[in-house]
């Protein structure tokens, strides 16, 4: 089993002067559903090399057992530092392609050609294809086969506008990931703020924050061993 972790390569707040990336939490509790399931995991991100980390999710508030393993797991660590450029990335490489989220991807991932075709592709051959957090904005400009939004009329979850309002980035973000789903024709649902809440349509998987990161990963694992039954 391979498994394609894309990052965000973006690492400034819109104009606030502060810095943003990814969100440790999403990147870290999926590697070791990943890891810990004998996956081989390469992680990918638009520049390559060491992706830009959110400073404000290394904070002692949001670190997890899982951060703390990741950042003391040198392999791991190595592996963050040298990532792969999406450009060089095939999805048929790949069994699963996850998304950790963090502000970063609206700015950057969201208008990637390399990532929207990566999963255009990888979703059309039937490939795993998971989201979290910010992510599933980032599936605004991605097709169908048929040339339609690929959310359109899919059940699908990301950061709500509440929860967006909570952290009081909502004049600052480029688009609101809940608006934007529903703008493409996504069937939007969400959980309590903050809760887990993670949605399927086939091999599409989408979860609403940090904390449904990891039942999001460990949904795409049983996904992908099903149906390699």
Known sequence: MKVLMVLTS?????????KTGFWLEELAAPYYVFQDAGAEITLASPKGGRPPLDPKSNEPDFQTADT?????????????????????????????????????????????????????????????????????????????ADGTPLVAGKKVTGFKNTEEDGVGL?????????????????VYSSGPDWGIHVVQE??????QNPASSKDAALLALTTFQQAAK
């Open 10 to 18: 973006h690492d400034t707040l819109g104009n606030t002067g502060k």
């Open 68 to 144: 703390h393993r990741f950042e003391a797991d040198e392999t791991a660590m190595a592996a963050l530092g040298t990532t792969a450029k999406l450009a060089d990335i095939s999805h048929a490489d790949y069994d699963i392609v996850f998304y950790p989220g963090g502000h970063g991807p609206l700015w950057d991932l969201t208008e990637d050609r390399n990532s929207i075709t990566l999963i255009e592709k990888a979703y059309e051959a039937g490939k795993v294809v998971a989201l979290v957090c910010h992510a599933p904005g980032i599936l605004r400009d991605v097709k169908a």
């Open 170 to 186: 909502s004049d600052i973000v480029p688009y609101l990931v809940e608006n934007v789903l529903k703008e493409k024709g996504g």
């Open 202 to 207: 086939g091999n599409l998987i989408t979860g």
